[in-house]
Every structure is written in C-alpha cells, then in structure tokens.
C-alpha cells in the first residue's frame, strides 16, 4: 500500500522545537520532490517547505531561518526540524509527494499524509 505518515507533532511552548517526520511506504522516495504544507484553523493551506531528491530546498519566508527540511533516503524519510516555535505555526502539517517540483507548490502533489498537529501555547 502506497502511502505517507507523518508523525511527530504535539503541543511545545513558545520557543519550544518539534521534528516532524514523513515516512513513505510502498514506494521509494529517491527522486521525489517532498513538500511539507500547513493548515491552520480558518485559514487558506500553505507551502512551509519543499526538497529536491538531491537535496535543493525552499522555504516560505515565514519560517525561514527557523524550520529545516532534509531527507534520508536510506530510512525512505524526509524530516521538517521547527526551532524558535511561534504561536502562529499552529497548524496541523501535512507532507506530499510528486515527482514534479511544479505540483507540489501547486499543492496538486500525487501523495499526502493525514497529518500531524502542531500546537504552540503558552
């Protein structure tokens, strides 16, 4: 079964760091390009982070600086590591899988997880 699972989210305080990871199974990430998204209550998805399968990454200008994205092939993984948490990254964190750049910042991505909620509060 071809899937993606997030896992790693749960409530810090401001400040606080959390590491998200997107496992993949039934298919080998190599030569994929990831992208970690975020939906916030009320609030319009957004692209938080995208890499390469050689290891090119983006980030939005809001957690750039304090998130970073990186990916081990052998544990078929990609990891958001979040430093310097704010309440505004509140948001449940969704990663995605295509094999075109493109799509992913589309949010058009072949592949989803269910999702990993990320909660900052003091």
């Known amino acids: 079964q071809i899937q993606l699972v997030e896992s790693g989210g749960g409530s810090v305080q401001p400040g606080g760091s959390l590491r998200l990871s997107c496992v993949a199974s039934g298919f080998s990430l190599d030569y994929w390009i990831i992208g970690w998204f975020r939906q916030a209550p009320g609030k319009e998805r957004e692209l938080v982070a995208t890499i390469t399968w050689s290891g090119g990454t983006t980030y939005s200008d809001s957690v750039k600086g304090r998130f970073s994205i990186s990916r081990d092939h052998a544990l078929n993984t990609v990891s958001l590591q979040m430093n310097n948490l704010k309440v505004e990254d509140t948001a449940v964190y969704y990663c995605?899988?295509?094999?075109?750049?493109?799509?992913?910042?589309?949010?058009?991505?072949?592949?989803w997880g269910q999702g990993t909620q990320v909660t900052v509060s003091s």
């Open positions: 995605t899988a295509d094999p075109s750049f493109n799509a992913v910042v589309a949010g058009t991505g072949v592949y």
